[in-house]
């Protein structure tokens, strides 16, 4: 078993997230740490946080926040 973002996958069944690394979660509402590299996984991989959700890109200083489903630039 595999506890990647505060979720339980099986061995070979983790998804990749790159460098996407949770920093906080508040009762859903989390707050990740990424390089501008990976921004695609947020939309694909990281969609089950509650909206409010952030996500801080380091290499560019770039802010994301997840509402509606979908992960938006600030």
Do not use: H
Request: overall charge negative; hydrophobic content about 35%.
């Amino acid at each position: 078993m595999i506890w990647q973002d505060y979720i339980a996958y099986p061995d070979d069944d983790a998804p990749d997230i790159g460098s996407i690394t949770p920093i906080s979660n508040d009762n859903g509402v989390r707050e990740y740490r990424l390089l501008a590299a990976d921004l695609d996984k947020l939309n694909s991989v990281v969609t089950y946080c509650g909206t409010g959700s952030t996500a801080y890109v380091t290499d560019t200083g770039a802010i994301y926040m997840f509402q509606d489903g979908s992960w938006y630039e600030m």
